[in-house]
């Protein structure tokens, strides 16, 4: 039945308002505490779906639950499908909802977001990304935690992980330009000088950028 509501929304706005408006999103958040790991899996499928680009129903479903529901499946270390579909749940949730981006960090579920990036399947470290890229969106406090997580990839994680790390951590800077010093002030200076004898030219490049960020701003002050 989640799957099928699911399928019924994706891509049709008018299913997404029916859906919600015969109360199908409470009854979902419910779902996703069941046990086993196929139901929590569609029913987090369906909530992506019913709220996918749908403001009202982003709203909706936060105020049902949802939010703390898709947290926990991160954290309990269900199976990887379903955390698939609950990092894509909390993307979509995220994605142009100011409240929502502080509801997810409020319930603790930037740092699993990014531990899917360095230890999920590929599809989870895909839509890991996308989350966190969203979640730190126009979001200063979430750009912050998200950045000292992401530097501590760069120092601790396998190559592939802190290349996705890297590419993460320049999304964030190019679209927030407006905050971008408080990002390179994010994260221990032990760590980010740590970078500077990785052998990873991405995270020396990261390095040398938050470095200079942080002199610029010492002189300014001085």
Known sequence: AASALGQLARGMPGNQDLIAQEGGLQPLVGLLSASGSLVPQMAAFAVTEVCRGHAPNQTAAAECGTVRALVELLKDGKDEKVKEEAVGAIWVLSEGHADNKKAIALAGGIQPTAELVAKGTPRGQSLATLALASLGLTNVRNQT???????????????????????????????NPDTQQEMANAGSMSAIIGLLKDGHAGNRKYALWSLSLAIDESNQKT
């Open 145 to 175: 935690e998200i950045t000292t997580l992401l530097v501590g990839l760069l120092s601790t994680g396998g190559a592939e992980v802190k290349r996705k790390a890297s590419e993460l951590l320049w999304t964030l800077v190019h679209a």
